[in-house]
């Protein structure tokens, strides 16, 4: 059409148009696949005259074709009328929900709502009318949209709406599936038991113009659908890509569930020992015990969460290693990441008696620095400071720190723990920075975001070829892909993870995750060498006594190995170090237990498992296994019945060859359990 002009926003960078033959000359902004009218851009372009300004909170719902343009050029006529039918189906719906259509354009719908359960509702129906609609075309003619839904703040003025609010539920569309419906986390926490549908989490996800990331969730239209997702997906799988998932659930048994816990979400929020047993109150440890929750990110650029995230982490990790110290595991700490918590709370719920708390704001070449200790039974500061210092002085002041608080809580370190504390890593900023970035990416727990952290690593190496930590990490992104199932040889993978992880104790024997690691890797693959396996996790305990992931890799080496009593031992002190705990800790709790023959206490853990993980394959295993051997045929068929819910070609058989036990018995005795509960 001659009458429109197209130009890019210079205030968001969206793609616009506008025309003359509109009123006001509307502008028209592409934001992913939809289109919304932008009033704002017309003003600043042609300098009309302002108009009253309201700003409330609004559900936003942005809906779009999907295959517009490829249908449009078969058959004009019938896409447009497919298209007009389709938007008198969400006209209707919209208005039964009480909402309001905004604006459409081409095959773009913009509606909000004063409700987000409405809002979600509306989509629900809409894209089940769709669904119906389509069925009724040939399949080349049918026309599938796209919903995002939003809850967020937006500007009204004239009719129309526009802001953040609009731009992420934009967004949230183009990350749809056809047919499909995805929401913000906003949205979700003021839905999620109000309707009968599911949810599935797609993680936080980095938008064009939108500073911070945006946790997504996809709505599932069954409550049950994401185990019947899994089923489908299964059922695709090539034979053998079953075989090699079949192989990683075996061999990575444990560790899947700890994975998913110790690697992703920091700012999530798990559930704690609070949320399931009550008011118990954490006895305080017979020495002095602290948590350091993450530093806040005073910089405005969410891009330095990985080095402020790393720096806390850096913190933990020299804390850890003390044995005149109980620090609490990362994972749980950083489940009060971005959240306003008192240290009163902090220390009730971990049961320590310290929180250690600051912020980084980062500028050019600059830092500053703000930490305090605080006593979490008093409130009382007990030591406090700013620094202000340039990037290249970043290595010693993460000791300095760490120095500071030895000496606030009279805490004397061993000559063997001063050299592990203020053990040599690089000094090669550019480096330290890559590698930050490295560890950020493999908390991710996903298929690109592992490949990245693994160049990542290698471009450390590059800038400093005696990085233990890099080499620790790359050996962990090998042990990571057979897990996330995207190794096409596990066996080569694992290999590949043993080969990294001898490489970096080559160049930096105190790394005691590397140790941990190492020993669980030596166990889990033949020719399985318990022993060896054992010696390494002990000296991961021994090197960093508050290390709940060495603790835990100890417990499962001593299990298979046939040692349940130190298991036993080592599992327990996990969870103490990890009061937020992985579900897969109470698990393995519960198979040792019944390797002991003390059903009470194996049933116990295994309840524990199910609270944290509802749709955890292994947890209805376990579980499964635990009924079954211990007598209580009904739960037995209860959890089987879950158990292949989640996975219907499920076989004890195939299971029981991948088990890694010293003692044929004790894998005889779990495959007893499954195989009484019909399995």
């Known amino acids: ?14 793609r616009c148009a506008y025309r003359f033959d509109l009123p006001l000359r509307w502008v028209i902004c592409r934001v992913n696949r939809s289109f919304i009218p932008a009033i704002w851009e017309a003003r600043w372009w042609f300098d009309l005259p302002t108009q009253k300004q309201t700003r409330k909170l609004a559900a936003v719902l942005c809906a779009d074709a999907a295959g517009y343009s490829r249908l449009m050029g078969q058959d004009e006529a019938r896409t447009i009328d497919t298209l007009k039918g389709h938007f008198q ?10 909402g309001r259509v905004v604006a459409t354009h081409g095959d773009g719908l913009l509606a909000e709502f004063g409700s987000v359960v ?39 003025e004239a009719g129309n709406i526009y802001g953040d609010g609009v731009n992420v539920a934009a967004r949230l569309e183009g990350l749809a599936d056809p047919g499909g419906i995805c929401i913000s986390r906003s949205v979700h926490d003021h839905v999620k038991n109000k309707l009968n549908v599911g949810y599935r989490h797609l993680g936080a996800h980095r938008v064009k113009n939108i500073a911070e990331p945006v946790r997504v969730y996809r709505v599932m239209r069954e409550p049950n659908a994401i185990g019947k997702e899994a089923v489908i997906v299964w ?40 949320a399931s047993w009550g008011e118990e109150v954490l006895p305080l440890p017979d020495k002095p015990s602290i948590a350091v929750i993450p530093f806040e990110n005073m910089t405005g650029d969410p891009g330095q969460e990985y080095f402020v995230d790393g720096f806390t982490e850096q913190i933990i990790t020299s804390l850890a290693k003390s044995s005149s110290l109980f620090v609490i595991a990362r994972n749980s700490s950083f489940t009060y990441k971005r ?66 608080i030895f000496t606030a809580l009279q805490v004397t370190l061993t000559i063997g723990e001063q050299a592990r504390g203020w053990a040599k890593g690089t000094k090669n900023l550019e480096a330290y920075l890559k590698l930050m970035q490295a560890r950020e990416s493999l908390y991710e727990i996903n298929v690109e975001r592992n490949v990245r952290a693994r160049q990542l690593v290698e471009e450390t190496i590059a800038l400093d070829p005696k990085c233990a930590e890099a080499y620790a990490l790359k050996g962990a992104s090998y042990f990571m892909e057979v897990w996330l199932g995207s ?33 669980y890797l030596y166990v889990i693959t033949p020719p399985h060498r318990y022993e060896e396996g054992i010696a390494e996790a002990e000296e991961a305990v021994r090197m960093n006594p508050n290390s709940a992931v060495s603790h835990y890799f100890l417990a499962m080496a001593l299990r298979f190995a046939g040692r349940q009593d130190e298991a036993i031992r080592a599992l327990k002190i996990a969870i103490r170090l990890e009061p937020f705990t992985p579900g897969t800790y109470h698990q393995n709790l519960g198979l040792s237990y019944l390797l002991k023959d003390d059903c009470g206490e194996a049933v116990k853990a295994c309840e524990k498992a199910l609270e944290r993980e509802r749709n955890n394959m292994m947890a209805y295993l376990i579980a499964t296994a635990v009924y079954g051997a211990c007598g209580r045929e009904a739960e037995a068929g209860k959890t089987a019945k879950e158990l292949l819910r989640l996975n219907p070609e499920f076989s004890a058989q195939a299971f029981a060859k991948k088990l890694p036990y010293k003692n044929p018995k004790n894998r005889e005795r779990v495959i007893a359990g499954l195989r009484k509960a019909g399995l």
């Open 118 to 156: 409405d809002a979600v509702q509306c989509a629900v129906e809409i894209q089940n009318d769709l669904k119906a609609r389509n069925e009724e075309l040939p399949e080349a003619s049918r026309m599938p949209f796209r919903i995002g839904i939003n809850l967020g703040d937006v500007i009204e």
């Open 235 to 274: 059922r695709r799988l090539r034979r053998w890509q079953k075989a090699a998932l079949a192989v990683t659930v075996a061999l990575l048994t444990a560790f899947a569930g700890l994975a998913f816990q110790y690697f992703t979400d920091r700012t999530g929020a798990p559930r704690g020992i609070f």
């Open 1 to 14: 059409m001659s009458g429109l002009r197209r130009f890019i926003s210079p205030l968001t960078g969206f």
């Open 339 to 404: 959240k306003p918590v008192k240290v009163q709370q902090v220390g009730k719920e971990l049961g320590v008696r310290y929180v250690l708390e600051g912020s980084i704001q980062k500028s050019g070449n600059r830092v500053r620095i703000n930490a305090q200790l605080i006593d979490a039974v008093s409130g009382e500061h007990l030591w406090s400071e700013n620094y202000d210092r340039n990037m290249e002085d970043i290595f010693a002041l993460q000791d300095e720190i760490s120095l500071k």
């Open 487 to 519: 190794s096409r040889s596990p066996g080569d993978s694992l290999a590949q993870a043993v080969e990294w992880t001898l490489k970096a104790l080559a160049i930096d024997n105190t790394l005691a995750d590397a140790h941990a690691r190492l020993g």
């Open 89 to 98: 189906v969400m006209n209707f719906r919209i208005e039964q929900h009480r």
